[in-house]
């Protein structure tokens, strides 16, 4: 089922416009091309807004508070007028590293890695629920896949943990396994770029381009959690 879709395009006197950007090109560690914002477009799907907020008092009833933490996205651009829709689905997610769920992150530059490969690429930021949150070992074969989070020690009834994590403290890779526990709010469309290193004399023929190297697994990403939305 297709719900109405609002994608605006935000201008840089926008105070949303600065908040996004502010996150996007924050400063991280890590082998990471340089990404340049082309532009920002707002998305608003009511719909979906209401089972996000649906499944926010699911949560606050079930673990007692829950964090709304804006997080990022990677995927390909012919994928996200889908998202935007109908939302992720997370049955499509089945052989994550840490767990059969939908992947966010909080570094930028890393979800870029699963964008594009071209030039232009674009990213999704979204609001992501959190309410108790676990480090799992990442799975590195392919036998075995973490289709649920683990239980919660200590409670009773049970009750699972919602989200899990590579280091709940930094988020550079968390998985959700709910389906609208998590809301795209932003697109965010960036171009690559290329620094050139010159010589001192400024010869062109001794122009050296760094190689870009892409991560192949998550790179600690170093924050003062400024995501939480209290």
Not at 109 to 114: L, Q
Not at 145 to 170: C, S
Request: aromatic share 12%; hydrophobic share 30%.
């Amino acid at each position: 089922m297709e719900f109405d879709v609002q994608r605006s395009v935000l201008t840089p006197g926008d105070a949303d416009y600065q908040t996004v950007s502010n996150l996007f090109l924050r400063k991280e560690k890590g082998h990471f091309p340089p990404l340049e914002i082309q532009s920002i477009e707002a998305v608003q799907n009511y719909s979906l807004q209401q089972r996000f907020k649906e499944k926010k008092d699911e949560y606050e009833r079930a673990y007692g508070r829950v964090d709304v933490i804006k997080l990022w996205h990677g995927t390909k651009s012919s994928r996200v007028s889908s998202i935007l829709q109908n939302n992720f689905d997370v049955s499509r997610y089945c052989g994550h590293r840490y767990g059969a769920g939908v992947s966010f992150t909080a570094s930028p530059k890393y979800a870029s890695h699963y964008c594009d490969k071209g030039t232009i690429g674009c990213i999704l930021l979204c609001d992501v629920l959190v309410s108790n949150i676990v480090e799992v070992p990442e799975n590195i074969g392919k036998d075995y896949v973490l289709e649920k989070p683990p239980f919660i020690p200590g409670v009773y009834p049970p009750l699972r943990y919602d989200t899990t994590a590579k280091n709940k403290k930094t988020m550079n890779v968390i998985v959700k396994f709910e389906s609208n526990s998590y809301c795209p709010t932003h697109v965010v469309n960036f171009k690559r770029t290329r620094h050139a290193r010159c010589n001192v004399g400024g010869s062109r023929k001794n122009t050296v381009k760094p190689k870009v190297r892409y991560p192949t697994y998550p790179y600690p990403v170093e924050l003062n959690n400024p995501f939480l939305d209290n």
